[in-house]
Nanobody
């Protein structure tokens, strides 16, 4: 299990931006695929974005063109830059790792962070 700690959530007006961070306590961080999920009240947790150990990315259709996932291996940290935020982006955002990358997409791993709340409201 990898310990993951998210930060950067908050309350933002529609159209605004936020950057989430996820710090991992793993010396071999650079070898792990990383992902962001979110869960809105009453809905299932869904994959938002994922990034391979070599930098390839995957995005949910609902966030393409607005969100950017990136990683900084020297800091064992993955980021989620969220732009043009909408009320429907409101959710708890979770960092995840440990899963494989198969058939061009990320499969959920067993390590989760505690989540960070993102609220988009005027």
């Amino acid at each position: 299990q990898v310990r993951l700690v998210e930060s950067g959530g908050g309350l933002v007006q529609p159209g605004g931006s936020l950057r989430l961070s996820c710090a991992a306590s793993e010396s071999r961080f650079s070898t792990y695929h990383m992902a962001w999920y979110r869960q809105a009240p009453g809905k299932q947790r869904e994959l938002v974005a994922a990034i391979t150990s070599t930098g390839s990315t995957q995005y949910a259709d609902s966030v393409k063109g607005r969100f950017v996932i990136s990683r900084e291996n020297a800091k064992s940290t993955v980021y989620l830059q969220m732009n043009s935020l909408k009320p429907e982006d409101t959710a708890v955002y979770y960092c995840n790792t440990g899963g494989p990358w198969l058939y061009g997409r990320y499969f959920t791993g067993s390590s989760w962070g505690q989540g960070t709340q993102v609220t988009i409201s005027s």
